[in-house]
């Protein structure tokens, strides 16, 4: 079975709960707490159980990954939801580095002690990078960002646009493509399962009011 080990939030561990929940493919939810980081990153740091001193890390059998990307990178492929052609590969890398892109303007924005004053700096590039993501997926012309199917890139652009919401709520009220994904996403009947569940944390990161 795979195992996951992550702090109790969404962070940069939820496209692949998200992706796991989905396929409804078992796997087992190991949480280190904030209490507990500093004396279990001492003890791990460069083993194979932690080897670049950061979460989230991976289990598949014999096989310990770090870096959420390399993570769902491994899983798309093995459970083929990276894309039929090399074109489809190589625009699901693409989507997924900019899900990743949009993903660090939250991050900037909701660590920042002054973002309540800065929240229309923050409103106006994340739309930015919205705006450009829209036209793509609109160019293309599919159900998902992609292609007809939710594939390596969609969860977690659909984790990101959740994310924004919850900043802003009408954040992608402009963009109806990217508005139908997230929908569409968050309907699929094992991710509003999981959703609901309590194997979900709510917060996507350690603030308080985030």
Not at 68 to 90: F, P, V, W
Not at 143 to 159: A, Q, R, W
């Amino acid at each position: 079975m795979y195992k996951i080990t992550y702090f109790p939030i969404r962070g940069r561990a939820e496209h692949i709960r998200l992706f796991l929940e989905d396929l409804q493919i078992p796997y087992e939810s190991k949480v280190i707490t904030f209490e507990e980081w500093e004396s279990y990153k001492s003890k791990h740091i460069g083993t194979l159980e932690l080897p670049f001193g950061q979460l989230p890390i991976f289990q598949d059998g014999n096989l310990q990954l770090a870096q959420s990307g390399a993570i769902a990178r491994h899983l798309a492929r093995k459970h083929d939801k990276y894309g039929k052609t090399a074109e489809e590969k190589a625009l699901n890398d693409m989507l997924f580095d900019m899900a990743v892109d949009i993903h660090s303007v939250y991050l900037k924005h909701i660590y920042d002690p002054q973002r309540k004053q800065k929240m229309n700096t923050f409103v106006q590039e994340a739309r930015g990078k919205l705006e450009l993501v829209e036209k793509f997926v609109t160019h293309r012309g599919n159900k998902f960002t992609v292609c007809n199917e939710p594939t390596l890139s969609d969860y977690y652009m659909f984790e990101v646009m959740d994310i924004l919401l919850r900043e802003e709520n009408k954040i992608l009220d402009s963009y109806p493509k990217l508005k139908e994904i997230h929908s569409q996403m968050k309907n699929r009947p094992n991710i509003a399962a999981f959703l609901k569940s309590d194997r979900r944390f709510d917060k996507p990161v350690p603030v308080s009011d985030a």
